[in-house]
């Protein structure tokens, strides 16, 4: 079946993990979205997850767009084999512009800065700024943790359970595409018109 959207970031470690599954499942989340025509929007980045799933959309024919802000491009090693590269003066810049290109968030295994990222893409939708999906692939149950705190909010009364039904959680990266399928594309004009309101 075709996919609907345009465009989907991904956020995910700039490191590979313990587990060789999650190199496998940014592998296939890569491959996946350029195999279904969706072009990947990341974080500009050659190390770690981040590289795998740049590498894999490219080399499955996929369109990549990088955003990195101009102070990491050393640090995470700027990927120069993108099809668009976009460097931005800010972490804040580089954010935003994610969020304008994208449809649908897919969160992939990571650390802190990944968690950074999931974070403020729930809460701006928590505000209402946006409505797009927000997806946690579930690989070997990495996000356990951040999904008990999630959890662990609403049951001491600090986020409402509605809140927390703004973020999906699937096993894998199959499930991810195909919870993609059913996403309509986003306006783009709304969406822009959310970052001036970040
Ligand atoms: N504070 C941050 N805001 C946004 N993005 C961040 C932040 N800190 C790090 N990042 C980026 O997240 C990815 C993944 O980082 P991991 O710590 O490996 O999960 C990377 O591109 C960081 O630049």
């Excluded at 313990?18 to 940014?26: G, Q, S, T, V």
Aim: aromatic share 6%.
């Amino acid at each position: 079946m075709p996919a609907r959207i345009n465009a989907a970031a991904v956020f995910c470690g700039s490191r590979f993990g313990n587990l060789p599954a999650y190199k496998e499942a940014a592998e296939a989340v890569g491959a996946g979205l350029a195999q279904a025509g969706i072009h990947l929007v990341y974080g500009g980045g050659y190390v770690g997850l981040m590289g795998v799933v740049a590498d894999s959309a490219i080399q499955a024919g996929g369109r990549v767009t990088g955003i990195i802000p101009e102070f990491l491009e050393a640090r995470e090693v700027m990927h120069r084999g993108v099809t668009e590269l976009v460097v931005t003066d800010s972490m804040h810049t580089r954010k935003q512009k994610m969020f304008a290109l994208a449809d649908a968030f897919l969160i992939l295994p990571g650390g802190f800065g990944t968690f950074d990222e999931l974070m403020e893409i729930l809460t701006w939708k928590q505000l209402q700024l946006h409505a797009k999906p927000i997806l946690i692939v579930n690989t070997a149950n990495w996000a356990q943790g951040v999904l008990a705190m999630l959890n662990e909010a609403v049951s001491q009364g600090f986020a409402s359970p509605e809140a927390r039904g703004l973020l999906e959680v699937v096993p894998d990266a199959a499930a991810a595409l195909q919870r993609l399928e059913l996403v309509p594309r986003s306006d783009s004009r709304e969406a822009l018109e959310a970052t001036s309101r970040m």
